[in-house]
Each structure stands twice: as C-alpha cells, then as structure tokens.
C-alpha cells in the first residue's frame, strides 16, 4: 500500500451547519502528517468543471463557527451519467489524489459508492444533512443546529399564538424523515407532531385539537414537509372545514434552518469525523462512512448507510400524547 500524499474533499447536496468545521479538521489533520489536502468547489458538478483549490492551515483556520461550507455545494445531473463520472475520475487522477473524502447525505453517499466502484480512489463518506435521515449514526452534522433553530422560532410562534389564542401548523424540513418535526414537538412543548413514518389520520386529528384545545389559549401542531398528508397549508386547510370556531394558521420556517452558526455538538461531532476519515484513508480504508453513538466514533460500510433506512424513535409520539393529555 503506497503511502498517502494527496486527498481531496467536497460537500455535497445541502448545505448543514458544521460542514466548515468538519472541512477544518479534515485539512488540519491531513497536514499534521504531512499529507496534502485540495478541496473541490460546488459538490461533484466541481470535479466534472475541474474547479479547485489547495486548502492550507490558514484557509481554514477561523472557519469553525461559520454556518454553510466555504467550497459550496450544488446537485450535478452530469455525475449521474458514466460520462461525467469519466471526467471527474480522470480529473482527480491527474491531481493525483489518492483519497477523496465527502460530506453529504445518501444522494452524496451514492455517488460517492459509484465513484469508488468505477476507480481505483479510497473514498471515506461524512453524513452532513440537517434531516438526520442517515442510517448508522446518532447525529448527522448539521442536524442539532436545526433542530435549536427550529425551537426558537416555535417558542416566538407560541409567543404570538397564545396571544391571539391560535391554533399553529409549522411546517419544519425533514425530506422523508420525521427527525426535526418529532424531536422539535418534544422540545418545544407541541402538541402534535406529524412525521412521514406515521399515517395521518385528519378527522382524528381535528377530534385531538379540539380535545386539548379545551381551556387553552393556543396550540402548536409540527409537520415535517414529508408528511403523507400533504405540506402544512395543505393540512390546515383540509382541518379547517372540521373545526370553523377555530382560528388556523400556518407557518413555514424553510431555509432559516439551514443557517447559522453551529452548534458545540455540530462542531464536535464534525471535528471528531473529519479527524477519522482522514485516519481511516491513512490506513488504507475505503468504502466506509464514519458515524457517532454517543460519544463514541463509529464506522460502517457506505453501502449499507444508503440500503438501510434510519427512523426516529416513535415512542416520542406517545411521550407527546402523554404530555398533552388532562385527565
């Protein structure tokens, strides 16, 4: 096995505070042995435009509380192709990159499977998406910061709730995983939480608020945008008709939670898997993502990251029921 000289690294798909961070550690650890670390502009559409550049310790030295990442992301239809992935393979082999290192979510990590299937390149995987939906870790990057930035608009929404004695449907991110609407219900004290991994039933939805609705001045219903029902505007709507004396409104948070600065936990878990996935290159790994449970650093194949399917624990819905319920 010939020893590491080169790797490069992108962020792909959204952007997920803690991205930077994790960026950081990559290069600062490549460079304490020695090993040289390029960095890929705008995802994998950047290898197929050959658009780069050499990251040092001082490009990265104050990057570590920025939201975003500094080498841009973007989705590349042309990498799905054999042809683009031809260009992009051929492009890191005349950088003369033994390992590539990326930071995305299942779309990135399938691409990143692809690719080392069809080169000779080490490739370690980094899940960085607020959704949280990726199997093999307790947290993603990016996803505590959401999730923090989603409760403090719902506590301001309940603000204005309570005083107008409203009932609100917050629409929170979360593509087909319920991690930020369910978590975000329990921290904020909502009364509902509707995820995709749970059938939602309207008419019984609108009996349940008007039952803890009784002596209340508001309520505060989350919906993740992969709700079977539709978005939340489409389920306030459908709930209106069931419950005229009511006053209905909606909120959708969108982009906001894809900002800011990260969180102490985002920052950690980021440093800590960069620092790893730079570790397992040296050692000649491939193929393998790098995950946390608890405290601990965990590692699993790509391959089985993207096949199987991660889901929140449901038992959050019965701990909300409980919380709302007057006997």
Known sequence: MSRLKKIALLTSGGDAPGMNACIRSIVKSSLFQDIQCIGIYNGFQGLIERSYCDLTYESVNNIIHRGGTILGTARSNEFRTTEGRKKAIDFLNELAIDGLIVIGGDGSFAGAKTLSEESDIRIIGIPGTIDNDIYGTDHTIGYDTALNTVIDAIDKIRDTASSHHRIF???????????????????????????????????????????????????????????????????????????????????????????????????????????????????????????????????????????????????????????????
């Open 169 to 327: 449907f917050v629409e929170v991110m979360g593509r087909d995983a319920g991690f930020i609407a369910l978590n975000a219900a329990i921290a904020s004290g909502a009364e509902a939480a509707l995820i995709p991994e749970e059938i939602t039933n309207l008419d019984e939805l609108a009996c349940q608020i008007k039952e803890y609705n009784k002596g209340k001045r508001s309520s505060i219903i989350i919906v993740s945008e992969g709700d079977d029902a539709g978005d939340a505007m489409t389920i306030m709507n459908k709930v209106k008709p069931l419950m005229p004396e009511y006053d209905l409104r909606c909120t959708v948070l969108g982009h906001i939670q894809r900002g800011g600065n990260p969180t102490a936990k985002d920052r950690i878990i980021a440093t800590k898997m960069g620092a790893k996935a730079v570790e397992l290159l040296i050692e000649g790994k491939s193929k393998l993502m790098v995950g946390v449970d608890g405290e601990n650093i965990t590692i699993l194949s790509i391959e089985e990251a993207i096949k199987k399917e991660a889901i929140p624990n449901l038992e959050g819905l019965k701990l909300i029921q409980q919380l709302r319920t007057k006997r």
